[in-house]
């Protein structure tokens, strides 16, 4: 077991996926968790689980690309929890394409998920975590974010910004006993995966670039980012860990 003492979560995207393996994690350390997703259904379903397997959390349905309701929703748990100790920004979506193919909708709401919430969220949440000077943030970039990926401009660039925006909030927090880390996924078997995962060519291919030759588990990704919650992970801060079975080595 990994240290906590009476901490609070919050996970955003957590109704699937890496989220709610994120989520799960948390949970079974005895931390309460907050499950955030733009579904009620898929986050109140991650809650529900966690209850019934003994531990704590509670679900809230949140757009994270809007400002305004992420601000409304951190107004909210700031009521009914002091400070929210632990943060971890998941959501995402893709909307993959050639950048001449690529609308604006396709290139803002992917900056708006998957970047400017962290924005949000962080400077939401934060101010507590400053005074009572402990917290912990981990950023879930990607590989596409290190690499770049050909059909993901808006995905990559979202993703590489999230890591600069660790770097950068490491720095500014780091005063205050704040910790702030990236975690890299790459080929992670997770719905968003599953037309490639399943299609042995495609598969085949992807494998080719991962020295490991195997896609990666969403529960791997949650085992470095609960560690990376915890106090044993104290001095650590500003780093990019890559769970990606050697691809950007």
């Not at 085949?204 to 588990?217: H, M, S, Y």
Request: include cysteine; aromatic fraction near 6%.
């Amino acid at each position: 077991m990994l240290t906590f003492t009476n901490r609070t979560a919050l996970v955003t995207g957590a109704g699937r996926g890496i989220g709610k393996a994120i989520a799960e994690a948390l949970a079974r350390q005895g931390v309460t968790v907050i499950c955030v997703s733009k579904s009620a259904d898929s986050c109140g379903a991650t809650a529900a689980a966690i209850v019934a397997a003994g531990g704590k959390a509670k679900a809230l349905a949140v757009d994270v690309a809007d400002g305004a309701a992420v601000a409304k929703a951190c107004e909210q748990i700031l009521a009914e929890h002091p400070t929210v100790d632990i943060l971890v920004n998941n959501a995402g979506i893709t909307r993959d394409g050639l950048v001449f193919r690529m609308s604006e909708d396709d290139w803002s709401s992917v900056i708006e998920t998957n970047l400017s919430s962290c924005f949000h969220w962080t400077k939401n949440l934060a101010r507590p975590m400053t005074r009572s000077r402990w917290g912990r943030i981990v950023n879930i970039a990607s590989v596409s974010g290190i690499m770049g990926n050909a059909g993901q401009a808006n995905y990559s660039a979202a993703k590489a910004g999230m890591i600069g925006l660790t770097k950068a909030l490491a720095k500014e927090f780091a005063s205050r006993s704040i910790t702030v880390n990236a975690v890299a996924p790459g080929f992670i078997k997770t719905d968003m995966t599953t037309d490639f995962v399943n299609n042995p060519e495609v598969a085949g291919k992807v494998l080719d670039a991962v020295p490991l030759k195997r896609f990666g588990e969403a529960t791997e990704i949650a085992a470095m980012v609960a560690f990376l919650c915890s106090e044993e992970a104290g001095y650590i801060t500003g780093q990019v860990f890559a769970v990606d079975g050697g691809m950007a080595m």
